[in-house]
């Protein structure tokens, strides 16, 4: 059972959006968010698509994005395409550890 | 272009050891800090360990603690996983990772190398 918690599947259709939620995520004292996004396909190793709740990296499309409220993140993908469907997890720091969630299974109709 | 990649996997008898290494190229590796994450079958991301740049800190999850030692050699470029007395829950595609930035955020993976602990 992991600290931060993720739905298990999550579905969309073509040029939809879809929403990926993570719940647990952490602050510093001085109120820094610890979250980040990455997006694993089959047989590839994980990418990062959203540092510190809501940068991406050079490269990454801007059809991702990510907020937070609360301890709750939230990564958004809009325009749905097929190269999506992949598992996205979200991360962050929580008892001197890094942690992951659970990862949710993309699947674009 | 900035790059990971990892050796040392097989197939091992539980109570057996292993060790992976994981050499990078194309950027300064004693400039960061670094990780081991794995994939288990069916049980997605799990962070395994983490190293400072100096090899001062060092953590691990709780799973492997007591059996797994993370290493570094920052002449060579490359970054070390020792594990010893492995279980059948260890087998899981082990990536190690680059960490960049006070969010804890891994930027740069290698494409993993396969632990499969079985008799």
């Known amino acids: 059972q992991s600290a931060l918690s993720q739905p298990a599947s999550v579905s969309g259709s073509l040029g939809q959006s879809i929403t990926i939620s993570c719940n647990g995520a952490?602050?510093?004292?001085?109120?820094?968010?610890?979250v980040s996004w990455y997006q694993q396909h089959p047989d590839k190793a994980p990418k990062l698509i959203i540092y510190?709740?809501?940068n991406r990296p050079s490269g990454v499309s801007t059809r991702f994005s990510g907020s937070m409220s609360g301890n709750t993140a939230s990564l958004t993908i809009s325009g749905l395409r097929a190269e999506d469907e992949a598992d996205y997890y979200c991360?962050?720091?929580?008892?001197?550890?890094?942690?992951f969630g659970g990862g949710t299974k993309l699947t674009v109709l | 272009e900035e790059q990971l990649a990892e050796s040392g996997g097989g197939l091992v008898q539980p109570g057996g050891s292993l060790r992976l290494s994981c050499a990078a190229s194309?950027?300064?590796?004693?400039?960061?800090?670094m990780n081991w994450v794995r994939r288990t079958p069916g049980k997605g991301l799990e962070w395994v360990s983490y190293?400072?740049?100096?090899?001062?800190?060092?953590t691990y999850a709780a799973t492997v603690k007591g059996r797994f030692s993370i290493s570094r050699d920052n002449a060579k470029n490359e970054l070390y996983l020792q594990m010893k007395s492995l279980r059948a829950d260890d087998t899981a595609i082990y990536y190690c990772?680059?960490?960049?930035?006070?969010?804890?955020?891994?930027?740069?993976w290698g494409q993993g190398t396969t632990v499969t602990v079985s008799s």
């Open positions: 990772a680059r960490e960049r930035g006070k969010g804890y955020n891994m930027d740069v």
């Open positions: 194309g950027f300064s590796f004693s400039d960061y800090e």
């Open positions: 190293i400072n740049r100096r090899s001062t800190t060092l």
């Open positions: 952490s602050s510093d004292g001085g109120g820094y968010k610890y």
């Open positions: 510190d709740v809501s």
């Open positions: 991360g962050s720091y929580l008892s001197s550890t890094r942690v």
